[in-house]
């Protein structure tokens, strides 16, 4: 068995290095017949771009997609500067220039990857899964003792921070950079999914088609892992089921069909303020010209909001979207799974978590309320603030800094729910609904516990679940994301998730544990005779 899972393994990392090196190859050429063609698409009146780029880069080959972002971009800067110093408005390139690049790019590219998009599909993603599949299967057979494995996890270099762990890191906070703000670099990867994307939307594959992709893959993969580390636990077993479904139907799927259809691309699951953009003017607009379909999504998107989320915390606690529903926590608890020891349990922590995550939220609604006030009144700046403006920097900071480069990127060396816990505004609204109202809670029994320390061990959230279960009060803190791997690691049965009254006093009550040092047990038995 270890032998088979040491060549799945050496599988893995061909797929992953073949994977990386793939921007490198090919080369692409933009014709003077498709460079005429380009402006006239792209309705670009600038004679400083249309010269620039014909000297640098029109008829010529280039090797590296690095070059030609760089010829487009300087040529796109350079005339900018121009026209705005001259007040030339109409004829500013208003695209981002790396997307601009990445259309281009992905126009012109050619080379072997293009032209053996299977082949080298096989090569990356089919080694991949092939070699995951093989490390983690014989899992089943190596460990067939029922219960839940964690030995070696402190000295392990890829689940303790160490060399294999930031190898991970690096390469996941590379990926989410390049996917973010330099897409222009990573056309040959889309190549791959391009024949995938055309069988669902009937469009080539952009950069979010592959993420998409990727994610869907990934969590697949890492849920068979989670089938068989947790096969002796039926609420992890359905959980796992459940975020896995809604990712690959609900995210990924139903939305790329909707666009076959010409209707706008909508994951139906994803709430605001998480689906921070769903009040922007441009997506309204979309909607709203999309007629009697884009105004149910319109609605439906109001309504998941204001009425079906809280509701569901009421009856069910955050855990209802946060770790049934939630692509994000689909990922965090499949990919995240073998780094959620790695959370900090200190009380800076929580505080620091406390103020960032409503901060987050408070950014979100301020951002959304000037948002809707200038879609209504048509007014570009409000209270001396530009609505683009505040839209770019929220995007920018947490749409994808936070939420992508940290929120995945630092798994392996903070944990797999930096996120969700730091900075997701609507676990922050999903939060504040089940601390308060909600008839969620995990109940303890503190004459039952023996202070191993897993429950907080394994506590992606970085609740200090030992304190709680060693009093015997119930876990109503709003971080609870109600995952079940604290009960499920519990050797003594002392941790239970239910759904009981919604009082107050008896969701917060700290009940007296009689413990063996507060009492005299004889003369206890003494009196009971």
């Known amino acids: 068995m270890k032998t088979l899972q040491n060549l799945g393994l050496t599988l893995l990392l061909v797929g992953l290095a073949i994977f990386t090196i793939l921007p490198f190859i090919g080369s692409y050429k933009i014709s003077a017949e498709k460079f005429d063609e380009i402006v006239q698409n792209k309705g670009i009146k600038s004679e400083l771009f249309i010269e620039d780029l014909k000297k640098t880069t029109v008829g010529q080959e280039i090797t590296s997609p690095f070059k030609l972002s760089s010829n487009l971009i300087n040529a796109i800067a350079n005339a900018n500067e121009t026209h705005k110093q001259k007040g030339e408005w109409d004829k500013v390139i208003w695209d981002k220039p790396h997307s601009f690049s990445y259309a281009i790019a992905k126009d012109v590219g050619s080379g072997p990857v293009r032209d053996n998009k299977g082949l080298f599909w096989f090569l990356t993603f089919g080694l991949a899964i092939i070699?995951?599949?093989?490390?983690?299967?014989?899992?089943?057979?190596?460990?067939?003792?029922?219960?839940?494995?964690?030995?070696?996890?402190?000295?392990?270099?890829?689940?303790?921070?160490?060399?294999?762990?930031?190898?991970?890191?690096?390469?996941?906070?590379?990926?989410?950079?390049?996917?973010?703000?330099?897409?222009?670099?990573?056309?040959?990867?889309?190549y791959l999914v391009d024949p995938i994307s055309e069988s669902i939307s009937g469009n080539m594959a952009s950069q979010w088609f592959l993420y998409g992709f990727m994610y869907c893959v990934v969590m697949t993969v890492m849920a068979i892992r989670m089938y068989i580390?947790?096969?002796?636990?039926?609420?992890?077993?359905?959980?796992?089921?459940?975020?896995?479904?809604?990712?690959?139907?609900?995210?990924?799927?139903?939305?790329?069909?909707?666009?076959?259809f010409e209707k706008p691309w909508y994951d139906f699951k994803n709430a605001f303020p998480l689906d921070y953009d769903f009040f922007f003017q441009w997506n309204l607009d979309d909607l709203i010209a999309n007629g009697g379909f884009g105004i149910f999504i319109l609605v439906w998107g109001i309504l998941l909001t204001v009425v079906v989320v809280p509701v569901m915390v009421y009856f069910f606690g955050k855990r209802w979207y946060c770790s049934w529903v939630c692509g994000c926590g689909g990922?965090?608890?499949?990919?995240?799974?073998?780094?959620?020891?790695?959370?900090?349990?200190?009380?800076?922590?929580?505080?620091?978590?406390?103020?960032?995550?409503?901060?987050?939220?408070?950014?979100?609604?301020?951002?959304?309320?000037?948002?809707?006030?200038?879609?209504?009144?048509?007014?570009?700046?409000v209270l001396g603030i530009k609505t683009q403006t505040i839209q770019d920097i929220y995007g920018f900071l947490i749409g994808?800094?936070?939420?992508?480069?940290?929120?995945?990127?630092?798994?392996?060396?903070?944990?797999?729910?930096?996120?969700?816990?730091?900075?997701?505004?609507?676990?922050?609204?999903?939060?504040?609904?089940?601390?308060?109202?909600?008839?969620?809670?995990?109940?303890?029994?503190?004459?039952?516990c023996i202070s191993c320390g897993n429950c907080s061990t394994y506590c992606e959230q970085g609740i200090d679940v030992r304190a709680y279960a060693q009093?015997?009060?119930?876990?109503?803190?709003?971080?609870?994301?109600?995952?079940?791997?604290c009960s499920a690691v519990c050797p003594r049965g002392v941790l239970k998730l239910e759904n009981g009254s919604d009082d107050g006093a008896t969701r917060h009550e700290i009940p007296e544990v009689i413990l063996g040092n507060d009492v005299d047990l004889f003369e206890m038995l003494e009196e009971n005779k």
């Open 229 to 260: 580390k947790y096969r002796h636990n039926k609420y992890q077993m359905l959980r796992t089921t459940s975020v896995l479904f809604f990712q690959v139907v609900f995210a990924f799927l139903i939305p790329e069909i909707l666009v076959s």
């Open 131 to 190: 070699g995951a599949l093989m490390f983690i299967i014989p899992e089943l057979y190596r460990k067939p003792i029922p219960g839940i494995k964690n030995n070696g996890i402190w000295l392990n270099p890829s689940t303790n921070r160490g060399w294999i762990a930031w190898f991970a890191f690096v390469f996941l906070v590379g990926f989410y950079v390049l996917l973010y703000f330099f897409p222009d670099y990573i056309v040959n990867w889309t």
């Open 471 to 485: 009093k015997g009060q119930n876990i109503v803190r709003s971080s609870c994301v109600g995952c079940g791997i």
């Open 331 to 381: 990922l965090a608890e499949t990919l995240g799974d073998p780094y959620r020891q790695l959370s900090d349990k200190s009380l800076r922590s929580w505080k620091v978590e406390r103020w960032l995550i409503h901060g987050v939220l408070v950014f979100a609604v301020v951002m959304t309320g000037i948002t809707l006030y200038a879609f209504f009144t048509g007014a570009d700046v």
């Open 400 to 448: 994808s800094i936070f939420a992508g480069v940290i929120g995945t990127g630092f798994y392996p060396i903070f944990g797999n729910r930096v996120w969700c816990r730091f900075g997701c505004p609507l676990a922050a609204y999903l939060g504040i609904v089940q601390r308060f109202k909600s008839k969620f809670r995990i109940t303890t029994n503190g004459g039952q």
